[in-house]
Structures are given as structure tokens and as C-alpha cells.
């Protein structure tokens, strides 16, 4: 029997919250794995810098770090006497999306094993984003050098560490649980463990809480297989389900230990129970028996993918920007208005869109992006527009890269007048119309991405909603980012990390929406992108995961 907590006071308290119970170690519900990758290489027509034999190529990887300098990461081998190497070494970087890395490749001659690279011949260079490297899995480009033309091509072709895994489906029920409210029923909810190497257990998973009731039935939730059990079906697993309390001294209602092969067998017996056991109780009455039970009532072990398999296998994020033109954003001739652009550094609109764009473009292959306006009135007659071209042509609103946004940013504000209200609906649904010919395709190919600036509250936030509601079925997700001091409250709310949104009954089928401040990083919008699309891979995972649609895995390569 594992050790429990023994500390005093109620029997029924455990170490003043769910963590004393069974040793476990420092949780970690929260923590993201990091993602990893392997870049291998390969080159084509080097220089031949040697008299007597070829170039004995070896490649060098940097990454520039957040102050801006360049740090190498990894070598790769020497090939000797050979102006077409394919090295056999691989250099293992991590992999973050919502940071642009840069990364610089750089080709050496080295003749001597002993040869420092600053005395080796220099055969060339790439320097390019990782981004692109995975929007197209392998990619073939011209070296560059300071003295020399045509120095030859390099290939780079990147490989998830790991790649796809496996999930479980879990749903369980609980029945006659434990009273331990003094006046009503217990609020249950349960943990689940992965046994350390000790023998302890650390908590990977907290349920939500359902009020009031010794029988809850808790909603189905997902969960990597590796996270739950190391990938092993026969690994102890530990459930515990306690009685929430506010002040998180959450009663212990009992335990029982499992296994994901148990679990399974337990699911398709839809008649067996596990029960819980409280040793304490146990020790102190003769005549127990149990503190409730607690039935299996799905497990589904499914192979899921990951967000780079995805982007690996051809799939496109196509970026849609939606800028606030009303009113309160202020006269942009005046360097008080959110939309003055005489600063040198760019309003807090154009800072937001770079930051974000140079990244996100390079899961577009043709890099043109849907850009509009929203609450502006419109010449000649001042009708006011919630979903306007920025470019002024309403057939064609695609812009060419990143700068091709700022600039029909910067001439619709000479040609529009600001106005409102603060209507996004309209926008929301243009794009979810394109998203949803997406989901008639049973293919990975595009996911569409709405980006929202605004200056404050939408008016119509629940048309919004209902919006949001609908959009959820289909492959997009929606990100909002406030500028200026305006009071987001209600943006808040659309970013139901914590309880899905409902409209008209109807609940979201998933979390689309990342909502973020602007004035949080105003001071360094480098981080920026990192709390804004933090969330973009998952719900991209999610999307093609429930209408279990698989990506490409067949290599493409891109020159």
C-alpha cells in the first residue's frame, strides 16, 4: 500500500490540499513539452578550395538568442574530399512557433582534424527563419559568400523528434461517493498520477469540479499516453478524488490504482467498478467497505499527430487582419491618436502586426494576406463599413507580405474617416465563411487564422459570440489583441480558457480564441508573439484530431 500523507488534524484533510496525498512530487499540470527538431543537411556544387583533393565540407548551425547575437548550436561531421556532401550527422535544435529563430548555416573546408573552424576556408552561408525550413519539411537554397558567386545550393530538411503519439479518451462516473459537506453534498473532483521511478506519484491531470452530487459523471478529456503512464500500458496509475473546498484544503474522498491496459478492459465491461479507498476510514471501522466507486465509462487509446506533422505534410496558415478604424481610436494627425503614424517606431498597431506577421508568414506559401477595416466611414457618402477592404478593392483585398499590410494600412487612413461602432461580427463571419468550404475537404491543407486589433470592447459582443460559437466547427481560430488602456473585460471572456462559450444553448465544440493586451508588452514586443500564439498549434491539433483527419506525411520540397 503506498505511504500517505501524516500529517495531523482531520482525518479527512490531506496535507492541507491534494498535493500531501501518496508523496506526490511538484505537479505539473501546466508545463508544455518543448518540441524538438533535427536538421539535416545536404550540399550540392561546393567551391573546391584544396590543390591537391577537394574541400573536406563540415557545416556549422547558429541561432541567433534574444539579444540579437548569433551562438553556434551544433556541428555536424567532416566529409572529406567531397564537393556533394550529405552528412550523416543531424543537429537537434528546439523548435518554438511562436518565436521567430533565425537561424545562419554556415560551410567549412577544414584540411586538418585539429583546424579550428576560424582558420578553415569559408565555403558559404544561408541565413534564413526555421519557419520556413518546417512550412515545406525540406528546402533547397543558394549558399551565399561575400567574394564569390555561385558557391553552390544547400538542402536542409527538418524532422520532428518523436513526431506522432498517442492519446487516451478518458470518461469517468463516480456512484455513491463519500458526504462531506456538513450541509449538502460533496463537490467531487479527481486527479490522476504517473508513478515516479520512486514510487511516487505526480499529479497529470485535475478534473473539473461537479457541484453538489455523490454520482458525478465528469466530462471526457484527453491525454497523452506518455504523459499519463511513460507509454506504458502496464504503469501504475494513480486516481484520487477529493471534495473541493475554496480555501483548498480539499477533503480526500479515497484512491484506487490502475493501469491504462486495466482501464481499457474495465471500459469494454461496462458492468465492473473500481473503488475508492479511503485507509484511514478504513483503519477506523470495521465494518467498511468502500468511499464510493467509480466506473469507467470510456477509454480510447487514438494516434493523434502534431501540429508540425500538419505544417509538415502541406498544411497552410492563411492569415486574415482585421485593423479598428472607429472613433475613439483618435485624430490620426495627432500624436495622441492610437493610429498616429509619425512615430519612428510605428503605432502600437504597426508594432502588433509586424511582430506577429513575420512569423506567420512563413506557413503561407504565397505570403498574401486578407487585410480589412472595420468601423470606418467610407467615402463618398460616409456609409460606415465593418468589414472594408484595406487595399480599397473589395474583390481582391489580398496584401503582398508584411509590408504590404502596413501600407494599404497607412493609405486607407488618408482616404477613410474613423467612425463605429465597434462591430467584429461581420468580420468574424467572412472569414469563418471560408473556413467552412475548408472543412468540406477531408485533407489537411488550410487553417485559417482571424487577427483582430482593436481599440476596445466589441458593441456587439454577443452576436460576437454566437459568431465564435459557430466558428468553432470549423478549421480557424480567432486572435485579438488590444491596444491602447480601453477596459477588455468582456474580451475576457471570449477567451474561454476556463469555461467554453455558450450561445443560444449551444456550446463551442472548442477554445478558438487567444485574446492578448497589448500594453503588457508594450515596452518589448519581442515577447509578444510567444503569448499570442502560444495556443495556435493545440488548437490546430484539436481541430483535424476530433474529425480525426490525418496530415501528408509525403516529403515536399521547396526551392
Not at 27 to 36: E, F, I, R, S, V
Not at 140 to 158: E, N, S, Y
Not at 171 to 198: A, H, V
Not at 239 to 254: L, R, T
Request: charged share 25%; net charge negative; aromatic share 10%.
Amino acid at each position: 500500500m503506498p505511504a500517505f500523507s501524516e500529517e495531523k488534524g482531520d482525518d479527512n484533510k490531506v496535507g492541507g490540499s491534494a498535493d500531501g496525498f501518496l508523496g506526490w512530487g511538484q505537479q505539473t499540470l501546466n508545463n508544455k513539452p518543448q518540441t524538438h527538431i533535427e536538421l539535416a543537411f545536404s550540399c550540392k556544387g561546393l567551391r573546391d578550395m584544396d590543390v591537391l583533393s577537394k574541400s573536406d565540407p563540415q557545416i556549422v548551425l547558429y541561432m541567433k538568442n534574444h539579444e540579437d547575437v548569433w551562438k553556434e548550436t551544433g556541428r555536424t561531421e567532416k566529409v572529406s574530399n567531397d564537393l556533394n556532401p550529405v552528412f550523416m550527422q543531424p543537429i537537434q535544435i528546439v523548435y518554438k512557433f511562436e518565436e521567430r529563430q533565425d537561424i545562419r548555416i554556415r560551410v567549412f573546408d577544414l584540411d586538418d582534424p585539429g583546424q579550428s573552424i576560424g582558420m578553415a576556408d569559408f565555403l558559404g552561408e544561408l541565413e534564413l527563419p526555421v519557419g520556413q525550413i518546417v512550412a515545406v519539411r525540406s528546402l533547397t537554397k543558394a549558399l551565399d559568400h561575400p567574394r564569390f558567386q555561385d558557391c553552390g545550393t544547400i538542402t536542409v530538411t527538418a524532422t520532428e523528434v518523436g513526431g506522432h503519439h498517442e492519446i487516451a479518451c478518458l470518461k469517468f462516473e463516480g456512484m455513491g461517493l463519500d458526504k462531506k459537506d456538513f450541509f449538502g453534498k460533496s463537490d467531487p473532483f479527481y486527479e490522476l498520477g504517473k508513478q515516479n521511478p520512486d514510487g511516487t506519484f505526480t499529479t497529470v491531470y485535475r478534473s473539473e469540479t461537479i457541484e453538489a452530487t455523490l454520482s458525478p459523471r465528469w466530462r471526457q478529456h484527453e491525454i497523452n499516453v506518455k504523459r499519463l503512464c511513460g507509454g506504458q500500458a502496464e504503469q501504475p496509475i494513480l486516481f484520487s478524488c477529493y471534495d473541493h473546498d475554496d480555501d483548498g484544503s480539499h477533503d480526500f474522498i479515497g484512491y484506487f490504482i490502475t493501469t491504462l491496459a486495466q482501464l481499457r478492459d474495465r471500459a469494454n465491461a461496462s458492468t465492473t467498478v473500481f473503488e475508492l479507498i479511503n485507509p484511514k476510514k478504513a483503519k477506523k471501522k470495521k465494518d467498511y467497505v468502500n468511499s464510493g466507486q467509480v466506473k469507467m465509462a470510456e477509454c480510447r487509446v487514438e494516434k493523434t499527430y502534431s501540429f508540425l506533422d500538419y505544417i509538415m505534410g502541406g498544411l497552410q496558415l492563411n492569415c486574415t487582419v482585421a485593423i479598428d478604424f472607429t472613433g475613439s481610436n483618435g485624430d490620426p494627425q495627432t500624436p495622441r491618436s492610437l493610429h498616429y503614424i509619425g512615430a519612428p517606431e510605428g503605432n502600437h498597431y504597426q508594432q502588433t502586426w509586424q511582430a506577429i506577421g513575420q512569423i506567420i508568414q512563413d506557413y503561407d506559401a504565397d505570403k498574401l494576406f486578407p487585410a480589412f477595416g472595420f468601423g470606418a466611414a467610407l467615402p463618398p457618402h460616409g456609409q460606415v463599413s465593418f468589414e472594408f477592404a484595406l487595399n480599397g478593392n473589395a474583390d481582391n483585398p489580398l496584401c503582398a507580405g508584411v509590408a504590404g499590410v502596413m501600407e494599404a494600412y497607412k493609405t486607407s487612413l488618408l482616404h477613410v474617416g474613423l467612425s463605429g461602432p465597434t462591430n467584429c461580427a461581420p468580420m468574424i463571419r467572412h472569414v469563418s465563411r471560408l473556413a467552412i468550404t475548408a472543412a468540406q475537404s477531408r485533407t489537411a491543407q488550410n487553417y485559417y487564422v482571424l487577427l483582430i486589433l482593436t481599440d476596445g470592447q466589441f458593441t456587439d459582443i454577443y452576436d460576437c459570440i454566437g459568431a465564435i460559437v459557430e466558428a468553432s466547427d470549423y478549421p480557424m481560430s480567432i486572435i485579438i489583441i488590444g491596444v491602447g488602456n480601453a477596459d477588455f473585460t468582456d474580451m475576457e471572456r471570449l477567451d474561454a480558457d476556463k469555461k467554453a462559450l455558450q450561445f443560444d444553448g449551444r456550446k463551442a465544440s472548442r477554445d478558438i480564441v487567444q485574446f492578448v493586451p497589448f500594453k503588457k508588452f508594450v515596452n518589448n514586443t519581442s515577447l509578444l508573439p510567444g503569448a499570442v500564439l502560444a495556443e495556435l498549434p493545440r488548437q490546430v491539433e484539436e481541430y483535424y484530431r476530433k474529425r480525426r483527419i490525418t496530415p501528408r506525411l509525403t516529403e515536399h520540397v521547396a526551392e
